[in-house]
T-cell receptor, first 114, second 114 residues
Framework: DTAVSQTPKYLVTQMGNDKSIKCEQNLGHDTMYWYKQDSKKFLKIMFSYNNKELIINETVPNRFSPKSPDKAHLNLHINSLELGDSAVYFC?????????????FGAGTRLSVL | GQQLNQSPQSMFIQEGEDVSMNCTSSSIFNTWLWYKQDPGEGPVLLIALYKAGELTSNGRLTAQFGITRKDSFLNISASIPSDVGIYFCAGRFDLSDSWGKLQFGAGTQVVVTP
């Protein structure tokens, strides 16, 4: 069974559209994250939720809105997509607060904005 | 903010050779992690380090947490073709009552030729 699963794996869309990426983890973790990986493979955190509460919110345009309906899910909604939003988006989860706060990553969603 | 410098950016090696890469930080960390990312996949944890001076192995991989707490290295011995991928270091500074954000290096692309 996949521990952290994201859908869709590929997303191709036009500029100006609104799209969502879903993430689910079955590890029983209480903390989930969204990362953006740019074309140079640099990984940067965007958001983190702990037990459905936002705990990390980096400098991300407010077109990006995370939503956590429960601690096993963290979805990412993006409004008015721009060309610069093209990237690979990774969801991750961990058992926050523990010393071995290891983050487990999903396989990524490759977003292409045309 | 913290800067994580990872080097080298890429390595082209022959099968059987040893590989060495390192990360340095402008600030101290109390956790260092090493991940590997295969093409089309998310990062997968290889080794976690929690204590200055700690030396940990995972099969042919060995990583060390630098004494200054500002650096870490990863060695791969006797490389094989499946070692191909991008290796990321990541560091975190956790406070006693909260955990910090994971900062990633820019990655080291490893290419292994037969």
């Amino acid at each position: 069974d996949t521990a952290v699963s994201q859908t869709p794996k590929y997303l191709v869309t036009q500029m100006g559209n609104d799209k969502s990426i879903k993430c689910e983890q079955n590890l029983g973790h209480d903390t989930m994250y969204w990362y953006k990986q740019d074309s140079k493979k640099f990984l940067k955190i965007m958001f983190s939720y702990n037990n459905k509460e936002l705990i990390i919110n980096e400098t991300v345009p407010n077109r990006f809105s995370p939503k956590s309906p429960d601690k096993a899910h963290l979805n990412l909604h993006i409004n008015s997509l721009e060309l610069g939003d093209s990237a690979v988006y990774f969801c991750a989860s961990s058992q926050g607060g523990a010393r071995d706060n290891i983050q487990y990553f999903g396989a990524g969603t490759r977003l292409s904005v045309l | 903010g913290q800067q994580l410098n990872q080097s080298p950016q890429s390595m082209f090696i022959q099968e059987g050779e040893d590989v060495s890469m390192n990360c340095t930080s402008s600030s101290i960390f109390n956790t260092w992690l090493w991940y590997k990312q295969d093409p089309g996949e998310g990062p997968v944890l290889l080794i976690a380090l929690y204590k200055a001076g700690e030396l940990t192995s995972n099969g042919r991989l060995t990583a060390q947490f630098g004494i200054t707490r500002k650096d870490s290295f990863l060695n791969i011995s006797a490389s094989i073709p499946s070692d191909v991928g991008i290796y990321f270091c990541a560091g975190r500074f956790d406070l006693s009552d909260s955990w910090g954000k994971l900062q990633f290096g820019a990655g080291t692309q490893v290419v292994v030729t037969p």
